[in-house]
């Protein structure tokens, strides 16, 4: 299996824009999660899904934040309208239900100017 | 609630010399313990696990004992290199059912200069 694969790799926009975020999980996995990070806050956990339904969002900053997995083989994270202050690198991972090892995609480099 | 604390950062060795990371947390429940490590440029990898109390987690020379009765998951190496700098992140999971509670602590920056 290829692994965890995140779309694109960078993300440079102005202020006001729309971004969308694309995440294809290890196929089978059945648990997907959504992470921030940055200097000053780490690693934080946004969103997860367990079988494409979003189980525990408390983690979303704000309504700018959504995130969507119409199937098990994809998944979106959308800020509009982004601010300066989202910049960060996003990561996707999947673990599968009857492990608890999680595997990581590349993340997405985003900046907002 | 569910929490992790690291040593913090950054940490500077030489090559060869010995590491330890410290790592405690709290937790409603019994959960299984983990390492991940983080290159630049890249997303977490699991480096090492335990699963419940006494047992040792290794791998690549590392090590880490899951203590339950100092609730501690520190991580060693007895001698490291300078392709082992990188962020180390403890972190816990708990399941029940379909939830999932993984929590992570803020990440160690290692530095090993040849």
């Known amino acids: 299996d290829a692994g965890v694969i995140q779309s694109p790799r960078h993300e440079v926009t102005e202020m006001g824009q729309e971004v969308t975020l694309r995440c294809k999980p290890i196929s089978g996995h059945d648990y997907l999660f959504w992470y921030r990070q940055t200097m000053m806050r780490g690693l934080e956990l946004l969103i997860y899904?367990?079988?494409?339904?979003?189980?525990?969002d408390s983690g979303m900053p704000e309504d700018r934040f959504s995130a969507k997995m119409p199937n098990a083989s994809f998944s979106t994270l959308k800020i509009q309208p982004s601010e300066p202050r989202d910049s960060a690198v996003y990561f996707c991972?999947?673990?599968?239900?009857?492990?608890?090892?999680?595997?990581f995609g590349s993340g997405t480099q985003l900046s907002v100017l | 609630g569910n929490s992790v604390t690291q040593m913090e950062g950054p940490v500077t060795l030489s090559e060869e010399a010995f590491l330890t990371i410290n790592c405690t947390y709290t937790?409603?429940?019994?959960?299984?313990l983990f390492w991940y490590v983080q290159y630049p440029g890249e997303g977490l990898q699991l480096l090492l696990k335990?699963?419940?109390?006494?047992d040792k987690g290794s791998n690549k020379g590392f090590e880490a004992t899951y203590r339950k009765e100092t609730t501690s998951f520190h991580l060693e190496k007895g001698s490291v290199q300078v392709s082992d700098s990188a962020v180390y992140f403890c972190a816990l999971s708990l399941t029940q059912s379909s939830a999932r509670q993984l929590t992570f602590g803020s990440g160690t920056q290692l530095t090993v200069l040849p």
């Open positions: 899904f367990n079988n494409n339904v979003p189980i525990d």
């Open positions: 937790a409603t429940g019994y959960p299984s």
């Open positions: 335990a699963t419940k109390a006494d």
């Open positions: 991972a999947s673990v599968d239900r009857g492990d608890e090892k999680l595997f």
